[in-house]
């Protein structure tokens, strides 16, 4: 069972605390996924798994966090990417009050890459200056999953961005969010020293595509979801029981 904080007043929030409620939270973006996905891919697609997740322990659901770390495409139009040492003051902030709230700990599911370091601060100060715990899923097993489900590979071995694996989610999830009809694979070549110097993505991509996303179907969206919930109980189960 899901408890949707848009729905809950701040007694029942205690009432939950009380019994030992977790919250859950998506941290997604707002940034280019080609000309055929929603801006608001990740975002989508974290929420989706954050719900899952959320039911599957009766956690408290967050309202989702729409922006990240999206400097490497922030040249798309339509991209709007936070500061890092701004989502990391979001997550804190956010952390900070959830655990004055009374809830045992947080949980947040990344749906971008951009956020992983900016996340993985607020939860270490969160550990090293509140003693609390704040638990970071980033598609666990992806790369198993992936090859289990799509048909087509992921460019540079392990990009996946607008590609099969995302485009089949949001089909799944949010229909309206996706143009199957301008879908179009892109494999591009990556500079040699993308990732050790800083990039834009724009350089060696200007469509902003990685991978083949006319494979993608709602039905793929459907199986990448619930592999994906089962990937993360692992670790959120054994995450339950160091509270
Ligand atoms: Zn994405």
């Known amino acids: 069972m899901i408890h949707y904080s848009e729905k809950l007043s701040w007694t029942e929030f205690h009432e939950l605390a009380n019994e030992g409620a977790i919250g859950v939270i998506a941290v997604g973006a707002h ?7 929603s801006l608001l891919t990740d975002t989508i697609i974290s929420n989706a798994l954050a719900e899952r997740i959320a039911d599957r322990i009766s956690g408290i659901l967050l309202p989702k966090i ?37 809830l045992r700990a947080l949980i947040i599911v990344n749906g971008h890459y951009g956020n992983m370091s900016p996340i993985t601060l607020a939860a270490r100060r969160m550990r090293s200056e509140e003693n609390y715990p704040v638990l970071i899923l980033n598609f666990p097993e992806l790369e198993t999953i992936a090859k289990s489900i799509c048909e087509s590979s992921p460019a540079g071995g392990m990009f996946y961005h607008a590609d ?10 949010y229909p309206e969010g996706v143009k199957m009809e301008k879908a179009q694979p892109d494999y591009p070549e990556f500079p040699p020293a993308y990732g050790e110097t800083q990039v834009l ?19 793929k969206g459907e199986r990448f979801l619930a592999a994906f919930t089962e990937s993360c109980m692992k670790i959120v189960n054994d995450f339950q029981k160091t509270l």
Not at 164 to 173: H, K
Not at 210 to 217: E, I, R
């Open 66 to 102: 729409s922006y990240g770390e999206s400097w490497s495409v922030n040249d798309f139009p339509g991209t709007i990417t936070l500061e890092p040492e701004t989502l990391t003051a979001l997550v804190l902030d956010i952390a900070r009050s959830v655990k004055k709230g009374g």
């Open 201 to 219: 993505i724009s350089s060696f991509n200007p469509v902003g595509v990685f991978g083949d996303p006319t494979k993608a179907s709602a039905e």
């Open 164 to 173: 099969e694996f995302e485009t089949s989610i949001v089909l799944a999830e």
């Open 31 to 37: 940034e280019e996924h080609g000309p055929h996905c």
